[in-house]
């Protein structure tokens, strides 16, 4: 790690063969995602910034570890720096991520992965009001569309849309690929 900046971890979440199991998988959606979360790990490793995996883990297939599907989505080059199991939505509760983030003098935490709006906006909530400097990059976080109790369907671009909305300048900076790396 440089030890000019600000000492900073990325963070990708959920970014499971697990998904492409459940009946919301959109293959055009991770087709758009994908690109954009290897530019970030690329972009990460080559500033000597730490990759941090987070696997969602629970007792039902495909989450459960002998489904087999507790695995990088194919198509990803992942090569972490340390890698924590979860069992909620944030990847604060119960991983032991907390833990070596402190002990690694990490301040500032770069968010990505899978879900956008679930697992990704909580974990960057949770990480503000843990203190830590905040930067979600929205273009790499996948999410599907997904349908209200009203019966109206939102697009991603939308549900995308408010997660930046209700995140942006609260509890993290909101950034592109190209300006996650920026102080």
């Not at 910034?49 to 695995?71: C, K, M, N, Y």
Request: net charge negative; proline share 5%; hydrophobic share 40%.
């Amino acid at each position: 790690m440089n030890p000019m900046a600000t000492p900073t971890a990325l963070i990708v979440i959920d970014a499971q063969e697990s998904f492409r199991h459940r009946p919301y998988w959109v293959d055009a959606e991770y087709d758009a995602y994908r690109p954009a979360q290897q530019a970030l790990v690329n972009g990460a490793k080559a500033r000597g910034i730490p990759v941090v995996q987070i696997f969602h883990v629970d007792g039902e297939a495909p989450f459960s570890l002998e489904s087999g599907t507790i695995r990088t989505l194919e198509g990803l080059d992942i090569t972490p720096d340390a890698v924590f199991h979860k069992a909620r939505h944030s990847a604060l509760v119960g991983s032991g991520l907390d833990v070596w983030l402190i002990s690694h003098g990490i301040r500032r935490v770069i968010i990505s992965g899978v879900r956008t709006e679930q697992c990704c906006e909580t974990t960057t909530r949770h990480a503000s009001d843990l203190g830590f400097d905040v930067t979600y990059v929205t273009e790499a976080t996948l999410t599907f569309p997904m349908t209200d109790a009203r019966g109206r369907t939102w697009p991603t671009a939308e549900i995308k849309a408010a997660t930046e909305l209700v995140l942006d300048g609260r509890f993290a900076r909101i950034a592109t690929v190209a300006t996650a790396f920026d102080a």
